[in-house]
């Protein structure tokens, strides 16, 4: 059974930071392309930021300069550091493990960026 388990979600003052993570179990995250997305408040799903397999990542201009993804096949998991929030960044978070043939979703962890 293939789980991501994403944990990290806090409230948060603007300008703070967060470091989020995606627990893997049942997939090795080395054979996946792993990404972090988020659903803000009534709006549709978006993309954050991507790593591939070889480690090149990708951002949205949104976060780009503020958020880092991270991944290490040898826990199994995969991270995103958030810097200078802002409240617009306040979203429902998810971890994705994508590859041809597969693609897994977590459950999310909520951010909330106010003062």
């Known amino acids: 059974q293939v789980q991501l388990v994403e944990s990290g979600g806090d409230l948060v003052q603007p300008g703070g930071s967060l470091r989020l993570s995606c627990a893997a179990s049942?997939?090795?995250?080395?054979?996946?392309?792993m990404g972090w997305y988020r659903q803000p408040p009534g709006k549709q799903r978006e993309l954050v930021a991507t790593?591939?397999?070889?480690?090149?990542?990708n951002y949205s201009d949104s976060v780009k300069g503020r958020f880092t993804i991270i991944r290490d096949n040898a826990k199994n998991t995969a991270s995103l550091q958030m810097t200078s929030l802002k409240p617009e960044d306040t979203a429902v978070y998810y971890c994705?493990?994508?590859?041809?043939?597969?693609?897994?979703w977590g459950q999310g962890t909520q951010v909330t960026v106010s003062s």
């Open positions: 790593i591939t397999r070889g480690g090149s990542s």
């Open positions: 994705n493990a994508e590859r041809v043939v597969s693609s897994y």
């Open positions: 049942g997939i090795d995250i080395a054979l996946y392309h």
